[in-house]
């Protein structure tokens, strides 16, 4: 009858080597957990002049521009502030309507 042995120190070397990599790779590939941002709507009733929106872009501080059928708005996450054609003024917009950057 012939008999089969395993021989110990290689299996349990390999055993070692298995376990190890399981634990690097857990421990590299670990997966953080998923951070859920619930997104804030404003409407006219929190100081947006207009309900078409045409483009809205963020700028490199964080401000919001909001390009609306009646001006351009900056938001900085607390209060609008109003850009308008004033007819007249060389500074100021050009028409109301705005619909994206230059």
């Given at each position: ?14 055993t070692f080597v ?58 900085d996450g607390y ?24």
């Open positions: 009858m012939l008999k089969l042995h395993l021989p110990t120190r290689p299996a349990l070397f390999l298995l376990s190890l990599c399981r634990f690097i790779n857990d421990t590299l590939y670990a997966q953080t957990p998923i951070q859920t941002i619930e997104p804030a709507y404003i409407s006219i009733a929190d100081g947006l002049v207009s309900p078409v929106v045409n483009d809205v872009i963020q700028d490199s501080f964080g401000l919001i521009w909001i390009g609306t059928g009646n001006g351009l708005q900056k938001y209060r609008f502030e109003t850009f308008k054609n004033l007819p007249g003024k060389a500074a100021s917009l050009q028409h109301n309507n705005v619909w994206g950057p230059a």
